[in-house]
């Protein structure tokens, strides 16, 4: 029989130190793996803050702003035509069958979508670089790069001849989604959360904050002021109610009550007084789109 020291035979000395030494192996390898994968980062991070400082990103940023004024411009006009009984759809579909029906047609819907498509990759670095200092900040950037890339590819998708429905597609989401196991707390929730995003424009309008992303000349810095103040407050109004919409929806399993901004801007009609809030935000829509505009001439670079 092998002899014991302290309860334990010798034997099983050789298979403990193998399994401490299987252990320490794997914990370095996680800590190398974990320092690699923490450099990598850092100098993505770093490569992302070096392009922001490119003259191209400058480029892309102005670009894309002009273009992103473009649609808002057109958006808020559609909707000034629905509060007054014209039709219309008053959302970024909308924007491109306007600019399709317009004199340079194709050619203005490959301009938009490509700038757009360009202010998205800009979007992407940013939120690389952002997330060096604030990871809030990165997840905001990223937020941007999506609704941009979206725009961009229902700009692309009219210029190849293809239509996309904005109020369709809410509704189907929502309908598909509902149809899923907990699907309407789902839904009651991404209209919250989508409400949540509007009362963030309305907050950022009311306190300036976009001042952030904007340097005007000094002579300039009230009319700025007071296009992203009544810019960001529309969107921010028109994006809330979208929310509500999509919590509407939830409550009374009902899909087709759901809408993008165009079923939002419309359910203004239906309701007392609600058409005088419809022009407002169609004003506050127009303005947010001169004001991006100034950003595109006076962008703050990071």
């Known amino acids: 029989m092998p002899r014991t020291v302290t309860g334990m035979t010798s034997s099983e000395h050789p298979a403990r130190d193998r399994a401490s030494g299987a252990a320490d192996k794997a914990s370095d390898a996680a800590g190398r793996a974990t320092a690699s ?3 990598a980062a850092g100098k993505a991070q770093s490569a992302a803050a070096d392009a922001e400082r490119h003259p191209a990103a400058r480029w892309a940023l102005s670009a894309g702003q002009v273009a992103n004024g473009v649609v808002h ?8 035509g629905v509060a007054f009984g014209d039709g219309g759809s008053a959302d970024q579909s909308g924007a491109m069958q306007a600019l399709q029906q317009s004199p340079f047609g194709a050619f203005a819907l490959w301009a938009v979508g490509i700038a757009l498509a360009a202010l998205a990759i800009y ?3 940013s939120a690389v670089s952002d997330s060096r200092h ?3 900040d990165g997840l905001k950037s990223a937020g941007r790069a999506i609704a941009y890339a979206v725009v961009s590819a229902t700009a692309i998708t009219a210029a190849l001849g293809g239509s996309s429905d904005g109020e369709q597609s809410a509704q189907s989401f929502s309908g598909d989604l509902m149809a899923q196991p907990f699907g309407r707390i789902l839904v009651g929730a991404i209209g919250l959360g989508i409400a949540a995003v509007g009362a963030y424009f ?3 309008g009311l306190q300036h904050k976009f001042r952030e992303d904007v340097a005007p000349p000094q002579r300039w810095s009230k009319a700025v002021n007071a296009l992203g103040t009544g810019g960001y407050v529309a969107k921010g109004a028109a994006v809330v109610i979208v929310g509500v919409l999509f919590v509407i929806a939830a409550i009374l399993h009902d899909p087709e009550q759901a809408g993008g901004l165009d079923g939002a801007l419309q359910s203004l009609t239906t309701v007392p007084g609600g058409v005088f809030a419809l022009i407002a935000i169609a004003l506050g829509l127009m ?5 991006c505009f100034a950003r595109a001439a006076w962008p703050r670079m990071r």
Do not use: C, N, P, T
């Open 37 to 39: 994968a923490r450099g």
């Open 73 to 80: 411009l057109i958006i808020g006009g559609i909707a000034l």
């Open 123 to 125: 979007s992407i670095v």
């Open 134 to 136: 604030d990871k809030q």
């Open 202 to 204: 309305v907050v950022k």
């Open 287 to 291: 303005l947010y789109g001169v004001y």
